[in-house]
């Protein structure tokens, strides 16, 4: 049984930090590709990053660049997104999904397989 669980999500005051956790049951890390996306509030959901043991990190949007980095802990069950330098316009809700129908990293919703529930980050002003 796969499962995607995503936390660490929370308040945080623009310029401040926050590492999100993605972890994954049920999936070997070489066998699959773990993508962020995001929605803000009134908002499509978009495509924040990917990271895959082929591929590496990579991010989609140049404003991610240099503040965001993604990573996975020794045991690659959990991914991890560290934000830098947040922007009230980075509020969202994060998920992290799964792809194991490709091993290459995607900014494509419909190409992922497994989702978990949304973790909330609010960046003040």
């Known amino acids: 049984d796969v499962q995607l669980q995503a936390s660490g999500g929370g308040l945080v005051q623009a310029g401040g930090s926050l590492r999100l956790s993605c972890a994954v049951s049920?999936?070997?890390?070489?066998?699959?590709?773990i993508g962020w996306f995001r929605r803000a509030p009134g908002k499509e959901r978009e495509a924040v990053g990917c990271i895959s043991s082929s591929d590496g990190e990579e991010f989609y949007k140049d404003s991610m660049k240099g503040r965001f980095t993604m990573s996975t802990d020794y045991s690659k069950t959990t991914v991890y997104l560290q934000m830098n330098k947040l922007r009230p316009e980075d509020t969202a809700d994060y998920y992290c999904?799964?792809?194991?129908?490709?091993?290459?990293?995607?900014?494509?919703?419909?190409?992922?397989?497994?989702w978990g529930q949304g973790t909330q980050v609010t960046v003040s002003s």
């Open positions: 049920g999936l070997r890390f070489d066998d699959y590709v």
């Open positions: 999904t799964a792809r194991i129908t490709g091993l290459t990293c995607s900014r494509y919703e419909f190409e992922y397989d497994y």
